[in-house]
């Protein structure tokens, strides 16, 4: 009998306006992206959960403005005077509290971009107050700064986002596969992440692909605790 092989393909992900699903959970946010121009004093933090799509949305914003996007911890070998000649977008800010020297790159490309007439959006788990930096010039800035913020997700979102990042993957999961997770498992984007990470992985080597069974597998391999009070069938 022929088995099928264990072939790991590289996936795209889609960061387009389009692929971005709106929700009541991020339709606030959405809006406030959408509205960049509008941000009060031309800067804006956007903040939520892990996997709740900041850098999706960094990205949709980088595509209508043409905003340049880093990460926090390359801002110390970054070319400053050059990232301020357009609009910016730091990701994970917090990753450089107490790094003396990135704190004052944040805070030179903060005071340049303003002053050339761009605008700045910086991303974080948690809200300014919570990202312990030690520069105190840079915290008042921040501080000061507009806040949009992603929740955690709803019913709708959770299956949406669950299905993009399988159609990332290229992967048609059962039809009953979605709805089963989002009903069983805990309400997060990170655990949707490891559960479609898991399912890539396991899929493979399997004849029947991402079924039902192979998610509730799955599902009670991370969390045993909660498939083990979880019906079998929907």
């Excluded at 002053?115 to 974080?124: D, P, Q, R």
Aim: charge should be neutral; glycine fraction near 6%; hydrophobic fraction near 45%.
């Amino acid at each position: 009998m022929a088995r099928q092989l264990k072939l790991k393909l590289p996936f795209r992900i889609a960061l387009g306006r389009g692929d971005f699903y709106v929700s009541r959970t991020n339709a606030l946010a959405t809006a406030q992206i959408d509205r960049w121009r509008d941000w009060v004093g031309r800067k804006l933090v956007l903040t939520g959960p892990q996997g709740s799509g900041k850098t999706h949305l960094a990205h949709v914003w980088s595509s209508e403005s043409g905003a340049t996007i880093l990460r926090s911890r390359d801002l110390i070998d970054a070319d400053i005077p050059r990232l301020a000649e357009g609009h910016v977008c730091v990701e994970d800010v917090p990753q450089i509290a107490a790094n003396e020297e990135a704190e004052q790159a944040l805070f030179h490309l903060h005071n340049l971009t303003l002053a050339e007439g761009h605008s700045l959006m910086l991303t974080a788990l948690t809200p300014p107050s919570h990202w312990q930096l030690s520069l105190p010039d840079l915290s008042s800035r921040v501080m000061g700064m507009q806040m949009a913020r992603l929740s955690p997700p709803d019913d709708d979102l959770l299956s949406a986002v669950m299905a993009k990042m399988f159609a990332d993957r290229q992967i048609v999961p059962a039809p009953d596969v979605i709805p089963y997770l989002v009903r069983h498992m805990p309400r997060s984007f990170a655990m949707a992440g490891r559960l479609v990470d898991a399912i890539d992985d396991a899929a493979l080597g399997t004849p029947k692909g991402a079924s039902r069974l192979l998610a509730r597998r799955i599902l009670a391999e991370l969390e045993p605790q909660i498939v083990d009070g979880a019906p079998d069938v929907i």
